[in-house]
């Protein structure tokens, strides 16, 4: 098994749509400044509003800060009033875009098919894919989680996915409770043997975030756990101090 000492965590901040222009400018240059405190532990990526892209994109540069985005259309371009394709995003610079996220799935109608077809999209761009996945609390409460989460795995993943893949329980996200480290620990080493089973990869190669209410006080733990790549923060990431104590909890566990 993978030791939590010889990892590199991912740390990814996903800002949703929040940040007009003098607050992310100044936000992205805390992160950028702070990260160089974080050392080796960690990959920082953070994902503005598509707005912010270009603007953070040059605050970033020289730092040992990602830029990602938080979505990109299926096709590279044509008639699709209001997206924005995988090849604008690498034009801007951008190295990671989420996909799957479970507030475009319930609020856009994003189906397993069409983020399979956003995967692909975006690997062909040269873009690394966040997939997420997630259980509904009535999922969970019915005792459904794994096989919820087996299908969106094997729908929502090409054969040859070469990308992270996020953990969100749905009833996590916003909510301030965080799934127990026995259940992240559980659920994504289940999550890689679906991977194992269902992908022609090996099962090791995909890193697994996890997301949902991670907060600096609770980082450590969560990214002690040797399944667990690294974390998807969405709220903790609008506070440089909030996203790089997380950031510094991977320090912690690599100490
Ligand atoms: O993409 C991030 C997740 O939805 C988690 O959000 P949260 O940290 O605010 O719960």
Known sequence: MQQASSRRHLIVGNWKMNGLSAGSLELAKAVAEGARDVGPAARLVICPPFTQLAAVAKALEGSKVQLGAQDCHQSPSGAHTGDISADMLVDLDVGFVILGHSERRQHHHETDGLVQAKVKAAEKAGLTPIVCVGETAQQRDE????????????KSLPKDFSGVVAYEPIWAIGSGRSASVKEIDETISHLHDVIGRHLDVDDKSV?????????????ASILSIPAVGGVLVGGASLSAESFLGIARAALATTA
């Open 207 to 219: 890193s697994i975030l996890y997301g949902g209410s991670v907060t600096a006080r609770d980082a």
């Open 143 to 154: 005792g459904h989680t794994l096989e919820t989460l087996g299908e969106q795995i094997s």
